[in-house]
């Protein structure tokens, strides 16, 4: 199909997107307000994609999926039985779905949290805690990295205090609120410890081990994973039911999802606390499974692929990313938000997500497979999709 004016790249790229958030619904993975919620809090999308499925008309929609099922045979084009059933009678997904669930209590005391990484995420998320007044351990491998976390935060609270958001009295108390520790053993006294290292499944098996070794009993054990299976990390350690996912959207200052992952083994009383920090650090949590690409990675980035698959046929990438942002009000288009989370990382979440699901319509697009071979990673080597040299 060729797909030029933005109406027509807007029903190529997102429809299908939409027909993937009926099906996470239709399969009990998460729930309608959990599903928008992770788009919109987690993307900053202006709606989530089942709001805007009964914007648009499920009958609609129904029609121009069916079409181009007919087209491609794309198992991913078929539309789901649920938008069947629901364009039929004439339903909505959205309508009575907001739940009247209690607001979740802190069942275990949180004063200080260990963030173990110096990357972005871990930065973001040591900015996040320590703005809300916890006190902060960062746990790098070098006093050169721990640095690196301090100049993050650091230039972060500059913008804002440059806009007129806050105050150098405030900058100093956050910044106060860190510490940086070279040993994990720093980690003894901490209530949470939110891991945010490689994403490489031997690498985080051997700090679960440490930590289960290091933290003390009753410590929640955390990882901002967004592709590796918690379940193993927990069986890693001796004490799986304090072990549980909790993760966060790049940029973390900004980006207000955490999306909260329990496996079998996590308690709910661990789950209910998490659920309940997640609120008072001023963020949104929604809950999920232990599955591959939990709600947002596993809407976000088949579309993403998709994206670059009509690259490929001929349509500028300039053309598409315009287009995203005018027709469905997304804050970045697909191949800028690509360049900011990385094509490395991208390809490696894709790989998981045909690994999880075998669906032939999730293989990675060639060309994102050619930019990472080529070291064309994005804004992090000044090249991707885009340029930035
Ligand atoms: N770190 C900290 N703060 C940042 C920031 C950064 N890297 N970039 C922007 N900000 C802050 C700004 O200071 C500003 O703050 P105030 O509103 O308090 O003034 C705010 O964010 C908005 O910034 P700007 O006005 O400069 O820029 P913008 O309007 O273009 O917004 C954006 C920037 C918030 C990043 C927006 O483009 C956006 O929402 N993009 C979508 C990002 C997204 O989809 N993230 C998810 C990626 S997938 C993922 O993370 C999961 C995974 O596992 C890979």
């Known amino acids: 199909m060729s797909a030029e004016t933005p109406e ?25 307000t959990d599903i928008d919620h992770g788009m919109r809090f987690g993307c900053g999308y202006p709606k989530g994609p089942l709001t805007v499925l009964d ?22 084009h078929q539309p789901a039985d649920l938008l069947v059933k629901i364009a039929g009678e004439g339903g909505s997904f959205t309508q009575g ?10 069942k275990h005391e949180i004063s200080k949290v260990g963030v173990v990484g110096t990357g972005t995420m871990a930065s973001g998320i040591a900015q996040v805690f320590a703005q809300a007044g916890y006190d902060v351990v960062v746990v790098g491998r070098s006093e050169e990295k721990l640095a690196g976390v301090t100049a993050y935060v650091g230039k972060n609270l500059d913008r804002a205090i440059a806009k007129g958001k806050s105050t150098e009295d405030d900058k100093a108390a956050v910044l106060g609120r860190l510490t940086g520790a ?11 410890v939110v891991e945010a290292i490689a994403e490489d499944l031997d690498i985080k098996l051997e700090l679960f081990r440490d930590l289960d070794r290091i933290a003390k009993q009753g410590a929640i054990l955390a990882t901002t994973t967004s592709s590796l299976p ?16 909790m993760h966060f959207f790049n940029p973390a200052p900004v980006m207000k999802l955490v999306e909260i992952v329990t496996t079998d083994a996590t308690s709910a009383q661990v789950n209910e606390t998490v659920k309940a920090l997640t609120a008072k650090v001023g963020k949104v949590g929604v809950s999920c499974s232990d599955r591959a690409g939990f709600i947002v990675n596993a809407l976000l980035f088949p579309y993403l692929n998709d994206a670059i698959k009509l ?13 995203i942002k005018e027709t469905a009000g997304f804050p970045m288009g697909p191949f800028e938000l690509l360049d900011v989370v990385g094509n490395d990382v991208s390809l490696a979440i894709q790989e998981e997500l045909l690994a999880e699901f075998k669906e032939p319509g999730l293989e990675p697009a060639a060309t994102l497979k050619e930019k990472v071979a080529a070291g064309e990673l994005g804004r992090k080597t000044k090249k991707g999709f ?4």
Not at 311 to 323: N, P, Q, R, Y
């Open 8 to 32: 027509q790249i807007f029903e190529t790229l997102v429809y299908p997107y939409l027909n993937h958030a009926v099906r996470m619904f239709e399969v009990g993975y998460a729930t309608a």
């Open 55 to 76: 914007e648009i008309g499920p009958a609609v929609v129904l029609d121009a999926l069916a079409k181009r099922f007919t087209e491609t045979g794309d198992h991913l």
């Open 97 to 106: 779905s907001a739940e009247g669930e209690a607001a979740p209590e802190l």
């Open 182 to 192: 070279t040993s994990r053993e720093d980690l003894a006294d901490v209530d949470l």
């Open 230 to 245: 918690i379940t193993q990390l927990g069986a890693a350690t001796s004490r799986p039911a304090d072990v549980i996912g």
């Open 311 to 323: 690259s490929e046929d001929g349509v500028e990438l300039g053309t598409i990313d315009a287009a």
């Open 386 to 389: 885009h340029d930035y040299s």
